[in-house]
């Protein structure tokens, strides 16, 4: 393949890939394939794929904030209790196999979309975590390792997460995500930068599409609601669970 075409490919498998990204999870399961059958080992994939996932967020803060949703003050917050994890994480991902963790996380993330479908019981919406529930700290640490050692899916932990702690709307849970996973994948992406388990030459067209689509995805988000984001929800997890259960 040239590298023209191989630059068009990564620039729309990114696009499509930020769009469930941003409004659910699991695109990666899309970008790490991709990088991979264009000739990259599975740790440096890893590792160029986060240059995508930083470019993505950029872009869909930014989108979120030109559409007047934005809480940075919490946003911060919470990513700040991410990046112990996010760290350990990231030096766990260049020594260890995670074949096993992936066939379970196959499993778990169809029970994870289900019960977030499932009616909410009565709360009162948007509570600070501080009056809410200890849980969600504790929570971001371990979002934090999965997301610096694996990244794929870790949008589904964080909706689970802040729809169960938090107990928030999902256009408002999408908002806070893209800035914490921005946040936990800087130290990520220096240790795999630290270990030349990147790529620069396909992960900045990969770049170019996942900020594309993260873009228009958090416009999206906002303009459709929750009704919309539950659609590419229940996409996203079916695809991902099937991917990691090697259907396909």
């Known amino acids: 393949m040239t590298?023209?075409?191989?630059?068009l490919l990564l620039f729309v498998i990114g696009a499509?890939?930020?769009?469930?990204n941003v409004m659910a999870g699991g695109g990666s399961v899309l970008t790490l394939?991709?990088?991979?059958?264009?000739?990259?080992?599975?740790?440096?994939?890893?590792?160029?794929?986060?240059?995508?996932?930083?470019t993505q967020n950029v872009s869909a803060i930014y989108s979120f904030k030109r559409e007047n949703h934005f809480a940075f003050k919490l946003s911060l917050k919470l990513s700040l209790w991410t990046l112990p994890g996010a760290i350990a994480g990231a030096f766990t991902a260049v020594k260890i196999s995670d074949e096993l963790f992936q066939t379970i996380l196959g499993i778990i993330m169809i029970g994870i979309v289900i019960?977030?479908?499932?009616?909410?019981?009565?709360?009162t919406p948007g509570v600070?975590?501080?009056?809410?529930?200890?849980?969600?700290?504790?929570?971001?640490l371990f979002i934090g390792f999965y997301g610096g050692f694996l990244q794929v899916g870790v949008g589904?932990?964080?909706m689970a997460a802040f729809h169960y702690l938090m107990h928030l709307n999902l256009v408002r849970i999408n908002m806070h995500k893209v800035f914490i996973v921005f946040v936990f994948t800087v130290p990520a992406l220096i240790i795999f930068i630290l270990t030349n388990n990147v790529d620069w030459k396909l992960g900045i067209s990969l770049a170019a599409g996942n900020a594309t689509g993260?873009?228009?995805?958090a416009?999206?988000?906002?303009k459709k609601g929750e009704r919309m984001i539950k659609v590419v929800l229940i996409a996203a997890v079916l695809i991902m669970s099937l991917k990691l259960l090697n259907v396909f």
Request: net charge neutral.
């Open 219 to 222: 416009k999206l988000s906002v």
């Open 115 to 123: 019960s977030m479908l499932l009616p909410s019981p009565k709360h």
């Open 128 to 140: 600070e975590p501080e009056k809410n529930s200890w849980m969600v700290y504790v929570s971001m």
């Open 33 to 54: 394939p991709a990088l991979i059958f264009l000739g990259l080992d599975s740790s440096v994939a890893n590792g160029t794929n986060r240059v995508a996932i930083i």
């Open 16 to 20: 499509v890939a930020a769009v469930m």
């Open 156 to 158: 589904f932990l964080i």
């Open 214 to 217: 993260g873009w228009w995805a």
């Open 3 to 7: 590298d023209i075409l191989s630059a």
